[in-house]
Nanobody, 119 residues
Framework: EVQLVESGGDLVQPGGSLRLSCAAS????????MSWVRQAPGKGLEWVST????????YYADSVKGRFTISRDDAKNTLYLRLDSLKTEDTAMYYC????????????RGQGTLVTVSS
């Protein structure tokens, strides 16, 4: 059974930074692409980023490109998302998603970690 547990969300001021983590278990982490998605208050799920298996190629939504960085540590079965230059519109629940969410939108996700950007 795929299990994903996110952490690292917090209240941060505009312009600030955070690093989110996702601990994965129940599958061979290194064999799968992984993604981050988010849901802002009152809105639908939005794909944020994907990192591929093996080559670790990265993809980003235009809204976060140049500010967010996805990475992974296959030895620790952990996915990361570094958030820099945060904006108020980045306020959302952030979810770790199994595989490439863009192709499999109903793929399993974790319970989420809340990022609030406010002064």
């Amino acid at each position: 059974e795929v299990q994903l547990v996110e952490s690292g969300g917090d209240l941060v001021q505009p312009g600030g930074s955070l690093r989110l983590s996702c601990a994965a278990s129940g599958f061979t982490f290194s064999s799968y692409d992984m993604s981050w998605v988010r849901q802002a208050p009152g809105k639908g799920l939005e794909w944020v980023s994907t990192i591929t298996r093996l080559t670790w190629r990265t993809y980003y939504a235009d809204s976060v490109k140049g500010r967010f960085t996805i990475s992974r540590d296959d030895a620790k079965n952990t996915l990361y998302l570094r958030l820099d230059s945060l904006k108020t519109e980045d306020t959302a629940m952030y979810y770790c998603a199994f595989r490439d969410y863009r192709n499999i939108p109903n793929t399993p996700r974790g319970q989420g970690t809340l990022v609030t950007v406010s002064s």
